[in-house]
T-cell receptor, first 115, second 109 residues
Framework: DVKVTQSSRYLVKRTGEKVFLECVQD?????MFWYRQDPGLGLRLIYF???????EKGDIPEGYSVSREKKERFSLILESASTNQTSMYLC??????????????FGPGTRLTVL | GQSLEQPSEVTAVEGAIVQINCTYQ??????LSWYQQHDGGAPTFLSY??LDGLEETGRFSSFLSRSDSYGYLLLQELQMKDSASYFC??????????WGAGTKLIIKP
């Protein structure tokens, strides 16, 4: 079974703090994704990565950065947390084969609260 | 822009059949996926349609019409455990998924 793990289920931070969210997958997937999920808005893509050291901006990259130094690990960084970044953060991974269904496998999520 | 539209909420009775529709407007479309998410949980993959027609997986079926930019998820013999949010997502040419906002399925006994 594919396993995607995230470093924390719940996190409380203060405005202005630097926040690191880590995601690890064990299926040797090339693609990894960071989403945030807010009520009524579905999943919005923050950043994604096709390979080690490669990253692409998603729909809402402002205020976030990412790092992918190893294939299995994709980190999301909030440089200076703000209250409007309070949200559920979901990490996902997928295989790159074009004949696949692009199925994304999700971690359990991190509920971040910024005070 | 690229978008997927689906109803925000659907209510059905236990044992009945329900259909959740999804219309999409995207470029580089490869196929349509459906995911289920229970409250507090992560989205999990249900089905995928790359070609027009119906795909059946147990009580769940999914349909795609590329010419109409339309798909639906059909859930039969509804059970209380099917209460969840259901998301349609379009596969694009660069392995991204574009997501609908989700449909909350409420099942009444």
């Amino acid at each position: 079974d594919v396993k995607v793990t995230q470093s924390s289920r719940y996190l409380v931070k203060r405005t202005g703090e630097k926040v690191f969210l880590e995601c690890v997958q064990d299926m040797d997937h090339e693609n990894m994704f960071w989403y945030r999920q807010d009520p009524g808005l579905g999943l919005r893509l923050i950043y994604f990565s096709y390979d080690v050291k490669m990253k692409e901006k998603g729909d809402i990259p402002e205020g976030y950065s990412v790092s992918r130094e190893k294939k299995e690990r994709f980190s999301l960084i909030l440089e200076s947390a703000s209250t409007n970044q309070t949200s559920m953060y979901l990490c996902a991974s997928s295989f790159s084969g074009r004949d696949e269904t692009d199925t994304q496998y999700f971690g359990p999520g991190t509920r971040l609260t910024v005070l | 822009g690229q978008s997927l539209e689906q109803p925000s909420e659907v209510t059905a009775v236990e044992g009945a059949i329900v259909q959740i529709n999804c219309t999409y407007q995207t470029s580089g479309f490869y196929g349509l996926s459906w995911y289920q998410q229970h409250d507090g949980g992560a989205p999990t993959f249900l089905s995928y349609n790359a070609l027009d027609g119906l795909e059946e997986t147990g009580r769940f079926s999914s349909f795609l019409s590329r010419s109409d930019s339309y798909g639906y998820l059909l859930l039969q013999e509804l059970q209380m455990k099917d209460s969840a949010s259901y998301f349609c997502a379009a596969s694009l040419s660069n392995y991204q998924l574009i997501w609908g906002a989700g449909t909350k399925l409420i099942i009444k006994p």
